[in-house]
Each structure stands twice: as structure tokens, then as C-alpha cells.
């Protein structure tokens, strides 16, 4: 590596770093945010469900007297709910109550109804003060106490008119196995499960990519503003280095710095994705990718590299070009902004989706999109379908060198130091 | 003796406007030579041309005999050139900015030892030098940029506005620093400046230029016996007035 571009590479790594813009906003920021976010749900939705999921007290009010209510109430206490008799009026009584407490209201002919083979009907009462969720589950609690005794009434009226018979067999007499094939082999896996399981998994690749490429053009347009908002660039042109030393000292650097900030994005965005996930019961816990037979191939990883690595240099070559336009730094995040939206267009269309279920238009949209490929090449790890991709490499590296032609054509002519953006006001120039 | 700057008709346009009309000039080696000029006259875009930034329209220029357009590399190893608006990296502290600009320059550790310390004696910030250019006022920040400038010993300064916006002690001591400088390592210097005082303290040769011509070159005292001024400042007004 040529020794001036080596000293503008580490030039540019240390400066970075030490910017507060980048340092802080980049990289700690996130990197302690997440988590930060991810521990607070946690310490929140543990606290909610000690809170709702210890013994719980109910009121019933009894109009009726009959044996099916005192069954009720047993098997209430067998699942830790304490059914505590009281009287008067329950839309009276229940304003009384602290929040999420609940009356269950037994009218009158109700165990008779139920004995009979009619409908008995019970009314239950909630008082909500907060609307917290923690009200929300004490009431949910009952009312799935009252459905799991309405199971347990059923299968004993079966076992009572089918002598020898399992309740649970006459109640649910067809049952379903699925056996999915995927890439050739069957596994026992619900077409719903393997679609939520490839979901959960194929959405952390376009993730990621798009925070790569936003995170390394935000460092590298900045970086290219700084140069001009401290007035360093005209000195920098004038030492003995080449301009397209100084071009790649600041492409390499960013990418440096950007993959700095992906590792601690990504890091903590896992952390905090597990923190929220280890909440949910999904039932495809322990189901992965991998188990499933769905191992990415030598040569997905190498397409999926070679298309990050173009969108990465062309997003950069990009974003140097505009941030080099700009006047300073807020008027390169602001061009940034603007140019950000092709690249998290493919992620948002097909982060829940395949591209091929898409109407013609927006489908001719993204394929125009180089920043498309990578988010088509990380699901390709997965369904293994490289058609697009393969030629979309081609147009990818086409793209690449016209973006990086063009910042190197802005770099080595006087356009770096005179050239402005079209849509600003033309000012007098100093000569 | 040779002249280290040769400069022929040289013309710059910006979107059809001629901010250099025809510049011509020669400067010796050693000497210091003044552009002195009002807003708008050139002198920025004439600095600029010879510094490599930008090049000319048409015309001819070289440094030390090397083209400015066909060895503009060349041109950068034997020029040295501080910006009028010039600034430092904000993140870097003084020292590791003389580091970061020395190793440019120089090939071995001895070399760039002896570059930054010649740096530290030139700008005079003493311990600050450790400290980050951010906490710089523009005087330091200045008289750093000034120490960059000289500290690799270049064939040709090129100083543009060097002292503009300076208070009289920071002004006083780059003066000083340039002068010095000039005559001990033979350094030839080409500033630009407002100020007539400075430009008659330092300069061995001046070039009036207005419009994007040159209308006056000559020594100053030179300039003031043949236009009868008191001052250079009373000289320019006559040739301007006159042209």
C-alpha cells in the first residue's frame, strides 16, 4: 500500500473516531441504547408478570347456589385463583375493586342450565383504572379460568355419555402432522412455523445490510464535509500525495469506521431482539435454519460478499461525491438523507417478501437499485434462488465503477474545490 | 540568476468570467515577493493556479522549471502553501497534525523528527502544541498553520493573506517568523496581503494587480519614488486610478 495513502487512511480512522459526531452518535450511542432499551423490557415485562402471576383474588357473586358454581370455585383454588364470595350489585360492587379486578356473576338457573345440556351464562365484571398490561392479564386470567372449566365440564358430560371413551380423541377426532421438504429432505415443521422461523431469520440480513450502507455513507460524507467545513481539503490538495490517494484514504477509512459501527449496531440490535423474543413463546424456539437443512452455501456467502462489497464502494463513492458538493456537514447529512432512500427501499419490499410476488413496476424499481442485490443475495442464502443476482452482479459492477469514475473524475479535476450542488443559490465566488 | 517562477499569460475563467486576464511575472529566488491586490482581484485564484489546485485556462506557469499543468506532483514536493482560509484538523492535536503533515515530506523517522521540531520552534505554542486544534484561537491556529507551511522547508511559500484577521501580537510574530525564516534557509516566499505596512516590511519585490492584471511590478521603495507616494498604499491608488 502506497505510504501516503496509508498515512491518510490512519489519519482518517483516528479523526473519525475522535469526532463526538461519530464516536457518540455512531457507535456508543446505539451500542448503549439498545441494550439499554432490550434490559428495560425485560426488568418491565418480568415485573408485569410476577405482578399478575401469583395467586389471584376474584369475586363471584351467586345467584344461582347450584353445584356447578361450587365446582367452579374448586377448581379455581386448583389453579390459583381464590374465587371470594361477595354480594349486592356487581356493576355496583366492581367500581370498588382495584384495577384489573374482576367479579364473576353467576344469575340465577345457571348450574341448572348447565346440567341440562343449555347454555348457562356468567357475566364477568372488570374494573380498569390504568389500562396497564398488567390489568389486562388479571383479567384475561379469569376469563381463561372460565374456558378451561368449560373444557373440563365438556369432557366430563363426554366421559359421563361415552362410558370408556377419550374425551379428547371424540372431541378432536382428525389430527394433522406436517412434513415440509425443504431443498429435498422432510422435516417435521408446519408450513406456518417454517414461514415465521425463515421470516424471524431472512429479516436480520437486509437489517444489517442497511445499516451498514447508511452507517458508511453517513461517515464518509461527513468526513468528506468535515475536510471542508475546517478548511483543511485546500491545504490537503496541495501536499504531496494523489488525489485519488486521498479519494481511497477516505473510502477505506469510512468502511473502517462503518464496520466499527455495524459490529456494535449489530451486536446490540441482537442483544435487544433476544431480550425482546425471550419474552415470546412462539413455539419455533429451537427451530433455526440450520436444523431445518437450510445451510447457506460456500458460494452464497461469496455472492452475498461480492454484492455487499459493490453496494458498499458505490454507496461510498456516492456519498463522498455529494458530501465533497456540500458546503459543510449539515448540508451533507442532509443530501444523505435524501440519498438513503434507495437504499432502505429494497430492505423495506423485501424484508416481509419475495420480490417475485411484487407488481412489475416496483419489481423494475429495486432491480434498478443496486443496494437490492445484497438483500437479494442474503435471502438467496436461504431459498438459494441466484437468477437475479448472478446478473445483477454485472449491473452492480457497472454501477460501482460509473460511481466510483465519477468521484475520482470530481477528485482529481478543480471540481473538489469549486464545484457546487445544482440546487443551491449560486453565490459570488472569492477569487 | 534564474528566476524560481515563471509565469506567462495566464488566464482563468470561471463560467466565462476572467478572474486572471493575462498574469504575467517572474520571481527570483530568495526573495519575498508581495500580490498585492483588492477583493476580487486575482491574487486567491493566481495562488491557487501555482499551488496546483486549479488549473489555467491558458497560458504558462512553472515552478523551480516544472510545469504546473504537466507536473503538477513535481510542482507539489517543492511548494509549500497555506490557505487563507486554511484550517487543522479539529480532532488532532497540533503535534500530530505537524506529524500527519511531515510524513508527507519526508522518507524516514529522523527527517520528520527534525521537520516537527523545527515546526514547534516555528509556531511557539510550547505545551499546547499536545492539545487538540479545537481548543485553538485562530492567532494559534494560525501560527500552526504557518509552522506546517515552512517547517518542510520548501523551495517556494506560497502564503495567502498570511496574517488576515490576526490581532497585532500574532500578526507580529508570523511577520517576524516569515522574514527570518526567508533569510536563513534561503526560502523564496510568494504572499498576498491587504496590508500595504506588512507588504512594505516584508516584501523585496511587489506586483499591484487589479482586475486580473498585473498593472505594477517593483521593489517598493522603488514603486514609491517612481509614483511619488508616501506609501505603497498611496502608490497603488495612483497606478489603479491610472489604469
Keep these: ?431 | 540568476m534564474a528566476p524560481i517562477v515563471v509565469i506567462r499569460d495566464l488566464i482563468k475563467e470561471y463560467s466565462g468570467r476572467r478572474a486572471l486576464d493575462g498574469v504575467s511575472l517572474e520571481i527570483n529566488e530568495g526573495e519575498i515577493f508581495g500580490l498585492i491586490g483588492p477583493n476580487g482581484a486575482g491574487k486567491t485564484t493566481a495562488l491557487r493556479v501555482l499551488s496546483t489546485i486549479i488549473k489555467p485556462t491558458s497560458g504558462y506557469a512553472e515552478v523551480c522549471g516544472k510545469d504546473i499543468v504537466k507536473e503538477g506532483s513535481a510542482v507539489r514536493k517543492l511548494i509549500s502553501y497555506l490557505p487563507e482560509e486554511a484550517g487543522a484538523y479539529p480532532n488532532l492535536s497540533g503535534y500530530e497534525y505537524l506529524r500527519f503533515m511531515a510524513s508527507f515530506y519526508y522518507g524516514n523517522g529522523g527527517e520528520i523528527k527534525a521537520a516537527l521540531a523545527e515546526g514547534e520552534r516555528i509556531s511557539g505554542l510550547g505545551d499546547r502544541m499536545r492539545d487538540k486544534t479545537s481548543t485553538y484561537s485562530k492567532g494559534m491556529r494560525r501560527r500552526l498553520l504557518l509552522a506546517r507551511t515552512l517547517m518542510v522547508r520548501p523551495r517556494l511559500a506560497i502564503l495567502d493573506e498570511p496574517t488576515s484577521g490576526l490581532d497585532v501580537t500574532h500578526a507580529f510574530h508570523l511577520r517576524n517568523v516569515i522574514k527570518s525564516y526567508s533569510k536563513e534557509h534561503d526560502t523564496t516566499v510568494l504572499l498576498s496581503s491587504h496590508n500595504m505596512l506588512e507588504v512594505e516590511y516584508l516584501c523585496d519585490r511587489v506586483a499591484f494587480i487589479n482586475e486580473g492584471r498585473i498593472v505594477e511590478v517593483g521593489s517598493p521603495s522603488g514603486l514609491r519614488a517612481r509614483h511619488e507616494a508616501a506609501n505603497l498604499e498611496e502608490a497603488f491608488v495612483k497606478v489603479v486610478r491610472v489604469a
Design chain 1, 1 to 431: 500500500m502506497p505510504k501516503g495513502l496509508r498515512l491518510l487512511i490512519a489519519k482518517e480512522v483516528k479523526d473519525l473516531l475522535r469526532d463526538p459526531k461519530i464516536l457518540i452518535g455512531l457507535i456508543l450511542f446505539p451500542a448503549l441504547l439498545l441494550p439499554l432499551m432490550g434490559a428495560a423490557i425485560n426488568v418491565s415485562t418480568w415485573s408485569t408478570i410476577e405482578k399478575a402471576s401469583g395467586n389471584l383474588t376474584a369475586y363471584i357473586i351467586d345467584d344461582d347456589g347450584g353445584s356447578v358454581v361450587e365446582d367452579l370455585q374448586r377448581y379455581a383454588s386448583e389453579n390459583w385463583i381464590n374465587l371470594t364470595v361477595t354480594s349486592g350489585n356487581p356493576a355496583d360492587v366492581v367500581k370498588t375493586l382495584e384495577g384489573g379486578g374482576t367479579i364473576v356473576y353467576v344469575p340465577a338457573g345457571f348450574s341448572q342450565n348447565v346440567t341440562s345440556n343449555t347454555v348457562g351464562s356468567l357475566i364477568l365484571y372488570t374494573n380498569f383504572k390504568e389500562f396497564s398490561i398488567v390489568e389486562f392479564i388479571k383479567a384475561q386470567r379469569v376469563s381463561d379460568l372460565i374456558s378451561a372449566f368449560e373444557d373440563a365440564v365438556v369432557k366430563n358430560k363426554v366421559e359421563g355419555s361415552m362410558p370408556g371413551s377419550d374425551p379428547n380423541s371424540v372431541l378432536n377426532p382428525i389430527s394433522v402432522e406436517h412434513e415440509s421438504v425443504i431443498k429435498g429432505t422432510a422435516q417435521p415443521i408446519s408450513p406456518t412455523l417454517l414461514q415465521s422461523v425463515v421470516r424471524l431469520q431472512g429479516l436480520m440480513g437486509p437489517l444489517v445490510i442497511m445499516i451498514v450502507l447508511i452507517l458508511a455513507m453517513q461517515v464518509a460524507a461527513t468526513s468528506m464535509a468535515v475536510e471542508k467545513e475546517a478548511k483543511t481539503l485546500e491545504t490537503l490538495l496541495t501536499i504531496p500525495v494523489s488525489r485519488l490517494s486521498i479519494l481511497f484514504g477516505k473510502l477505506v477509512g469510512s468502511v473502517a469506521i462503518a464496520l466499527l459501527a455495524t459490529i456494535a449496531n449489530v451486536l446490540a440490535f441482537t442483544y435487544y431482539i433476544g431480550a425482546l423474543t425471550s419474552q415470546m413463546s412462539t413455539g419455533a424456539a429451537g427451530s433455526d435454519l440450520i436444523s431445518l437443512g437450510l445451510v447457506p452455501s460456500v458460494q452464497g456467502y461469496l455472492v452475498l460478499g461480492l454484492t455487499l462489497f459493490g453496494a458498499l464502494i458505490s454507496a461510498l463513492a456516492l456519498a463522498l461525491t455529494l458530501g465533497t458538493l456540500s458546503q459543510d456537514v449539515r448540508g451533507a447529512q442532509s443530501i444523505i438523507g435524501i440519498i438513503i432512500v434507495p437504499v432502505f427501499l429494497p430492505t423495506i419490499f423485501l424484508m416481509m417478501g419475495d420480490i417475485s410476488t411484487l407488481p412489475a413496476a416496483i419489481q423494475l424499481v429495486l432491480y434498478l437499485i443496486p443496494f437490492t442485490y445484497p438483500v437479494l443475495a442474503s435471502q438467496a442464502l436461504i431459498t438459494g434462488n441466484y437468477g437475479p443476482i448472478l446478473l445483477g452482479l454485472v449491473y452492480m459492477a457497472v454501477f460501482t465503477f460509473a460511481t466510483l469514475y465519477i468521484a475520482a473524475r470530481v477528485f482529481s479535476t478543480e471540481k473538489v474545490m469549486t464545484a457546487r450542488l445544482a440546487f443551491r443559490r449560486k453565490g459570488r465566488r472569492e477569487v
